[in-house]
């Protein structure tokens, strides 16, 4: 059964680095989204993507994120310059009609 | 705002019980759906429920949405200990786009 994949599934970096998280969404998937889960707490929004551009885009995802789809089978979160607080679970989904999303297995970014 | 708030955050049962989590949402939702989260994993689908009155039903999980009510149910018949695990309904509101807005999440620990 088709995936979504991430890499790295952990990623420790200083504060104020920079950090690329990639997903490869379900090949046939139109849509693709990233959520954060910090430890203990709910999963929140970040960024929703489709044909190419951002959809929407919640408080939390402000200038220091930046979304992209290099090719045609990558979708990668960039982090600019790290803080404490993202330290978290990155999780991107995709979704083939925009109703039901497929998670993948996330990845944990430790920010020391 | 689309706020979904989950009760009860915390469920303790011994196996062969029923029990119900709650799943209550702020704003008229478009769709329901519920995830299942093992420590450290990612999120399982469960259920998508698109209309009122929708029933799912999965193994000794059920689903169920009033829209009217704004509420969804999650019902687990004679749990055993593989159904622990933490579990999330999100909400979403077509005409804010397509983001998932969680609940806080039931952490439910079904003892022998």
């Known amino acids: 059964e088709p995936e979504v994949t991430q890499t790295p599934s952990h990623q420790v970096t200083q504060m104020g680095q920079e950090v690329i998280l990639r997903c490869v969404p379900i090949?046939?998937?139109?849509?693709f989204y990233w959520y954060r889960q910090i430890l203990g707490q709910k999963v929140e929004f970040l960024v929703s993507?489709?044909?190419?551009?951002?959809?929407?885009k919640s408080e939390i995802f402000d200038d220091q994120f930046s979304v992209e789809r290099p090719d045609g089978s990558n979708f990668t979160l960039k982090i600019r310059s790290t803080k404490l607080e993202d330290s978290a679970m990155y999780f991107c989904?995709?979704?083939?009609?925009?109703?039901?999303?497929?998670f993948g297995p996330g990845t944990r970014l430790t920010v020391t | 705002e689309l706020k979904v708030e989950q009760n009860p955050l915390f469920l303790s049962m011994q196996e062969g019980k029923n029990y119900t989590i709650y799943c209550n949402y702020s704003?008229?939702?478009?769709?329901l759906y519920w995830y299942r989260q093992d420590p450290g994993k990612s999120l399982e689908s469960l259920f998508v429920?698109?209309?009122?009155?929708a029933v799912k039903q999965e193994g000794r999980l059920m689903a169920s949405l009033d829209t009217k009510a704004r509420l969804s149910t999650l019902h687990i018949t004679a749990a055993v200990h593989d159904l622990s695990a933490t579990y999330f309904c999100?909400?979403?509101?077509?005409?804010?786009?397509?983001?998932?807005?969680f609940g806080e999440g039931t952490q439910l620990t079904v003892n022998p």
């Open positions: 090949s046939n998937h139109l849509y």
């Open positions: 429920l698109l209309s009122n009155g």
């Open positions: 993507f489709y044909n190419n551009e951002i959809s929407e």
């Open positions: 999100a909400a979403i509101v077509e005409t804010s786009g397509s983001r998932l807005t």
């Open positions: 704003t008229t939702s478009d769709r």
């Open positions: 989904a995709s979704s083939v009609e925009g109703i039901a999303q497929y």
